[in-house]
């Protein structure tokens, strides 16, 4: 477009005069020096040289200007999204066509979302854009006819512009700070409350653990007795039998009331379901120790088969068949692993989230089956470990054949309060204390693979020796 009535000075202005200047089009791209980036869009080359020539040498709090060339729109469009880092656009208004500017404002504001670079609308042919309209209908900060372009006028809106970007800057920083604040107060909030309500759990199943250990050690030791008795007696009862073979009538009624010959038989068998049964009780008593450990604070060397049985055994209730469905299935595959020292107790409640967070999903995934469609296809929980020598890391993968996790939500699963249970059945704390757990105070790893109607497999990745302190 051809600019009139270009206005190079008016009173107190520098007169500007045009020479030639070695000039790099792509200086925006090319300089390392930390200065302010500036575009200038616009079809006329004069526009170009004026601008360059007013603003030659010239700086702002201490850096100087980079300013880059763009002819036209499309240009401008690569310059601009390959540098979100420009503070000022000096935007032509007709180029290609007769709203190119208006459209770049809103490549640059809707698409690209940036709202940060300070943008002066410039016009030479204001009827083609009235300066209400732009104003009210698109994200400018300044509006401009290009018969004002004066080095004095064009030195004072680039000093307001840049300290308006300046100040954004800022702003955007701190909110930044604040957000990443929040963020830390938000987990740390998480992690106290967790670890308060860990602790009194532990206690209280330390306790409860300790408490049916003294009665179930009285009662097998006294089994042992009892079946020692039992076996003398039933031995008396034999010699009876032998050396006297006709018992009086009232003695014959009396083991024929009672039935003898059964209860020789069914007496031993009870003694050894009670074994067994004490034996169950005791095994669960020391599961809920091994997973209540109190080592919040300290670490120590610990069995991870140890601790996946333990929180197993604990959630047997969730696992076992019910008038619904089938039992759900535990396969194990474990690899010979080292000791590890670590915080036990915040491990065994990462297994617990992950082991329950299954089992919920094969629930869901089971709701509408019937007991024989479910038994055709049975629920599965896979547990694998392994010992990884060239990263000396101990892997531990947990994978269900349940719902999967839907690809638009799996960039959420570790954020706090997320959750994809109704309401009253999830916290949404669950896989981001799991995170903070394995990430943060192991530095390890934890990632997951999922297809939605296949199922989902958590992997966790713990390092031997790089506990924090």
């Known amino acids: 477009m051809t600019v009139n009535n270009l206005n190079l000075s008016e009173t107190d202005d520098d007169i500007l005069i045009f020479e030639e200047e070695d000039t790099d089009e792509n200086a925006v791209n090319n300089s390392n020096i930390e200065a302010w980036k500036i575009i200038i869009v616009d079809d006329e080359p004069t526009v170009h040289q004026v601008t360059k020539l007013a603003l030659k040498n010239f700086s702002f709090d201490g850096k100087p200007l980079n300013l880059c060339s763009a002819y036209s729109s499309q240009e401008a469009k690569?310059?601009?999204?390959?540098?979100?880092?420009?503070?000022?656009?000096?935007?032509?208004?007709?180029?290609?066509?007769?709203?190119?500017?208006?459209?770049?404002?809103?490549?640059?504001?809707?698409?690209?979302?940036?709202?940060?670079?300070?943008?002066?609308?410039?016009?030479?042919?204001?009827?083609?854009?009235?300066?209400?309209?732009?104003?009210?209908?698109?994200?400018?900060?300044?509006?401009?006819?290009?018969?004002?372009?004066?080095?004095?006028?064009?030195?004072?809106?680039t000093v307001a512009a840049l300290r308006s970007y300046n100040d954004f800057t800022k702003i955007e920083e701190q909110s930044i700070k604040l957000t990443e604040t929040l963020d830390t107060l938000q987990q740390t909030q998480i992690q106290l409350v967790q670890s308060e309500k860990m602790s009194a759990l532990g206690n209280l199943v330390a306790g409860v653990a300790h408490e049916i250990n003294n009665p179930i050690g009285c009662i097998m030791g006294n089994l042992k007795i009892a079946r020692?008795?039992?076996g003398d007696l039933l031995g008396l009862m034999e010699l009876y039998q032998k050396y006297y073979p006709n018992p009086e009538p009232e003695i014959e009624s009396e083991i024929e009331d009672i039935d003898l010959e059964y209860m020789r038989e069914d007496l031993p068998k009870l003694l050894n379901s009670l074994k067994l049964g004490s034996e169950r009780i005791r095994n669960i008593s020391t599961s809920l120790r091994t997973f209540s450990r109190a080592d919040t604070e300290n670490k120590i060397l610990f069995n991870i088969h140890e601790g996946i049985d333990s929180t197993i055994l604990i959630l047997k209730h969730r696992l076992k068949a019910n008038e619904s469905r089938p039992e759900i299935q535990v396969i194990k595959n474990y690899s010979d692993l080292p000791l590890i020292d670590c915080y036990s107790g915040q491990l065994n409640?990462?297994?617990?989230?992950?082991?329950a967070n299954a089992i919920d999903a094969l629930e869901e995934h089971n709701l509408g089956k019937t007991y024989e469609e479910i038994e055709a296809n049975p629920s599965q929980i896979k547990i694998t470990t392994c010992f990884s020598e060239d990263k000396q890391n101990i892997d531990i993968k947990i994978a269900d054949n349940g719902l999967g996790i839907p690809q638009e939500i799996q960039h959420k699963i570790f954020e706090h309060l997320f959750t994809t249970k109704s309401v009253g059945k999830g916290t949404g704390l669950g896989l981001s204390i799991v995170h903070q757990i394995i990430v943060e105070k192991h530095k390890g790893n934890l990632y997951f693979n999922s297809q939605v109607g296949e199922g989902t497999e958590f992997i966790i990745e713990i390092p031997l020796n790089s506990v924090n302190s």
């Open 78 to 157: 690569k310059i601009i999204a390959a540098n979100p880092d420009v503070a000022l656009i000096f935007l032509d208004v007709v180029m290609e066509t007769n709203d190119a500017g208006l459209e770049l404002i809103k490549y640059i504001r809707e698409e690209l979302k940036n709202k940060k670079v300070r943008i002066i609308l410039r016009t030479g042919q204001p009827g083609e854009a009235p300066e209400e309209s732009v104003i009210i209908n698109y994200d400018i900060n300044d509006y401009k006819l290009k018969v004002e372009l004066t080095r004095q006028k064009l030195i004072t809106t």
């Open 228 to 230: 020692e008795y039992v």
């Open 349 to 355: 409640q990462v297994l617990m989230n992950l082991l």
